[in-house]
């Protein structure tokens, strides 16, 4: 999981402009893009494999928050974030939200 995060994330950072205009693309909202269905399926089949683990559906929803190429424009662009910075700070985040030993990528 946490590699799947970082791996978009990176993405997103390297093509911020593209990340934008495909997530606004149609209504304005990356949750009614095509995409986003296929990344919420991927990470919450990946969530399904963690023993425990419950609430899994919201839980991807959150984990694809953290990478919304909005929040992802705001803190490189706006408010000048290293790359680094933001990968480490994802990886905290999804370690706190799925428990001890989901650093491990």
Same mark, same amino acid.
């Given at each position: 999981?946490?590699?799947?995060?970082?791996?978009?994330?990176?993405?997103?950072?390297?093509?911020?402009?593209?990340?934008?205009?495909?997530?606004?693309?149609?209504?304005?909202?990356?949750?009614?893009?095509?995409?986003?269905?296929?990344?919420?399926?991927?990470? %919450?089949? +990946?969530?399904?494999?963690?023993?425990?683990?419950?609430?899994? *559906? !919201? #839980? &991807?929803?959150? /984990?694809?928050?953290?990478?919304?190429?909005?929040?992802?424009?705001?803190?490189?662009?706006? %408010?000048? +974030?290293?790359?680094?910075?933001?990968?480490?700070?994802?990886? *905290? !985040? #999804? &370690?706190?939200? /799925?428990?001890?030993?989901?650093?491990?990528?």
């Amino acid at each position: 999981m946490p590699a799947l995060l970082d791996a978009l994330l990176c993405f997103k950072l390297d093509n911020r402009r593209l990340s934008l205009a495909l997530e606004e693309s149609g209504s304005g909202s990356p949750y009614q893009a095509e995409h986003y269905a296929r990344w919420h399926g991927l990470l %919450e089949a +990946v969530l399904d494999q963690i023993p425990g683990l419950t609430g899994n *559906d !919201f #839980t &991807a929803h959150a /984990l694809l928050a953290a990478v919304r190429a909005d929040l992802v424009e705001h803190l490189a662009g706006q %408010e000048g +974030v290293p790359q680094e910075r933001m990968r480490t700070q994802l990886a *905290d !985040f #999804t &370690a706190g939200v /799925l428990g001890p030993g989901s650093r491990e990528g």
